[in-house]
């Protein structure tokens, strides 16, 4: 994986990844021939950006459409053309129809290679709904056999998908790429603060989710608790209003979105719940539950193997979401009086390693994805389960399940993981009580077991491990590799 970030001091801004993205799009640019590149992902993640990083220095018209009309976004358009033919312009005259504006364009790109960058396209599509045909006309007759590299962008993943990248769309066909961008992951949201200790690094990672731009506003020069006060536990931040403005942005109902965030941040996790503590009826529910799922900031899961549709979970995967909804309204009068800071020992930091066992799931999740090298198979499929344990009759939940396989043997097998973030070392009992997880759901299939600790492990835990199908990790080894 390869993620860009963004680091600022004083005037000065160095990119430091997403060099794969790079590299592919300057490759691309470089072949000399029509490209149509779709670039997406949730807001915040940095795909301007990356889209700057690379048009630098290359002929560029850039047009960032408006949440408006189509004759804004029409004048707009026509302004950074003209714009790009005469940098020093004060007047921009306006094209008739968007059609002139793209005939132009055709022209500009017929003997010189030019980069035509629409940012925000969702909202010049909703402006203007003949846009995409429009697109594909020109694409089909004049842009194929031109120089043209043409990017498309947006922040509204369901629409991208939708309306962008699927069959019912006028341009399906027509792209030659897509780059969907993603957080970055633990690891890399660490390379901000390389002078904190694992554990403020795997915080920060846990408030911000990995996004760059709340990674900059939260501001941790050299303490978590510090920056939470100064930057979003306080009304006049950046931070404290960034769920709720994105909500009204996004959606015509913020408040009732806002409730369901509620529910499940408090525990709610099926969809019975949700209705019950939102006073909805199940099917609005699950609608509003849909549109959260497209805009990433929740997620539906059901065990990774056998799992039914009665055994559906909701949560909030969007960690800044998690974190804000966790802490904030709850907290609303004292933030709101300034008293914050004089209980926040009492009201916050003692629940911040609850909240980051669900975090910390995740970094080892991403761990064995990712980072962790030399392990005895290949992992096919990673996730999580539940289920009923028959012997106990009772509810059991795995925080790590998946599927491997012995590239070597072709030995097929299962990893059953468990993942603590406690202030104290594992020992033999957890070990235990993954082998009796692993009765119930593996059912005798061979099975390595896989722990992670924050503060590692007793000696007789490290004992086990010599056997070769326990392995541990702890937070450092998670960190340093």
């Known amino acids: ?276 503590k939102c006073k909805l009826e199940t099917g609005a529910c699950s609608k509003y539950l849909k549109t959260l799922r497209e805009l990433g900031i929740v997620k539906r899961e059901r065990p990774l193997i056998n799992g039914n549709s009665k055994q559906t979970i909701y949560s909030i995967d969007d960690n800044f979401f998690r974190f804000w909804y966790r802490f904030v309204p709850n907290n609303t009068a004292l933030i709101a009086s300034g008293r914050i800071e004089r209980v926040y020992d009492r009201v916050i930091k003692p629940y911040l390693p609850d909240f980051m066992g669900f975090v910390f799931e995740r970094m080892c999740h991403d761990y064995l994805l990712y980072y962790a090298n030399n392990l005895p198979f290949e992992i096919l499929s990673l996730g999580r389960w539940w289920g009923n344990n028959p012997l106990e009759r009772k509810e059991i939940e795995i925080d790590i399940v998946g599927e491997t396989l012995n590239v070597k043997t072709g030995e097929e097998s299962y990893i059953i993981g468990s993942c603590k973030y406690r202030n104290k070392q594992i020992g033999r009992d957890e070990l235990e009580l993954l082998r009796q997880y692993a009765a119930v759901f593996a059912k005798g299939k061979k099975c390595y077991y896989v722990i992670f600790s924050k503060d590692g492990f007793t000696q007789g835990l490290h004992e086990c491990a010599t056997a070769g199908d326990v392995i541990l990790f702890t937070l450092d080894d998670m960190m340093n590799v």
């Not at 690379?54 to 009309?69: H, Q």
């Not at 009204?248 to 408040?255: D, G, Y």
Request: with cysteine; charged share 25%.
């Open 1 to 276: 994986m390869s993620y860009f970030i963004l680091h600022m001091d004083k005037e000065y801004i160095m990119f430091y990844c997403r060099d794969e993205e790079l590299h592919k799009l300057n490759k691309r640019y470089d072949n000399d021939a029509f490209e149509c590149i779709i670039i997406y992902g949730r807001r915040r993640v940095g795909k301007t950006a990356l889209i700057n990083e690379f048009c630098k220095d290359k002929p560029t018209i850039y047009y960032s459409a408006l949440k408006a009309t189509a004759a804004k976004n029409l004048s707009a358009l026509s302004k950074a053309i003209h714009l790009f033919k005469e940098p020093e312009a004060t007047t921009f005259p306006e094209y008739q129809t968007f059609d002139d504006a793209l005939s132009e364009i055709s022209r500009l790109a017929q003997d010189q290679r030019i980069i035509f960058v629409i940012d925000e396209y969702p909202y010049l599509a909703k402006a203007e709904e003949a846009i995409s045909s429009l697109l594909q006309h020109i694409i089909d007759h004049t842009w194929s056999n031109s120089k043209l590299y043409l990017i498309l962008c947006g922040s509204s993943m369901s629409f991208m998908e939708k309306q962008v990248l699927s069959d019912e769309s006028p341009l399906y066909g027509r792209r030659t790429g897509q780059f969907k961008l993603e957080p970055l992951t633990y690891k890399e949201t660490a390379i901000f603060s390389p002078n904190l200790s694992p554990t403020q690094n795997a915080l920060i990672y846990g408030i911000t989710g990995g996004i760059p731009h709340y990674i900059r506003k939260l501001n941790v020069k050299d303490d978590v608790d510090e920056a939470l006060l100064e930057n979003l536990f306080d009304r006049s931040s950046y931070l404290y209003e960034e769920p709720e403005n994105l909500l009204k942005q996004e959606l015509r109902e913020p408040s009732q979105y806002s409730d369901i965030l509620s529910a499940i941040a408090e525990g709610a996790s099926k969809l019975a719940e949700i209705s019950s």
